[in-house]
């Protein structure tokens, strides 16, 4: 099993910026590819950015190309989403994902493993 805590969420002003901070436990980080997610209100949750086991290779959502960035730290086993420029649309509860799949996904169904999520919330 592997344990996911997310941290960083909070309340923002439209252009700042926020990090979240995923911690993992209970299996080896190195052999996880991690996603971001998120879940605004009334909607469905939607994928935000994903990054390899490595650190290699990165993908994103359109919406927010440009504005976020994902990494990793595998020697504290941690993976981060910086988040820049926000915008009122990007309120949501932001979840963390882990997969020990071979392909790194940008569907839900491609993780095993969801930490409770972190409110972050933009005011215009």
């Known amino acids: 099993q592997v344990q996911l805590v997310e941290s960083g969420g909070g309340l923002v002003q439209a252009g700042g910026s926020l990090r979240l901070s995923c911690a993992a436990s209970?299996?080896?980080?190195?052999?996880?590819?991690m996603g971001w997610f998120r879940q605004a209100p009334g909607k469905e949750r939607d994928f935000v950015a994903a990054?390899?086991?490595?650190?290699?290779?990165?993908a994103y959502a359109d919406s927010v190309k440009g504005r976020f960035t994902i990494s990793r730290d595998n020697a504290k086993n941690t993976v981060y989403l910086e988040m820049s420029r926000l915008e009122p649309e990007d309120t949501a509860v932001y979840y963390c994902?882990?997969?020990?799949?071979?392909?790194?996904?940008?569907?839900?169904?491609?993780?095993?493993?969801w930490g409770q999520g972190t409110q972050v919330t933009v005011s215009s």
């Open positions: 209970g299996r080896t980080f190195s052999s996880l590819h």
């Open positions: 990054v390899t086991r490595s650190g290699g290779a990165t």
């Open positions: 994902a882990a997969t020990g799949r071979i392909i790194l996904r940008r569907e839900e169904g491609g993780y095993d493993y």
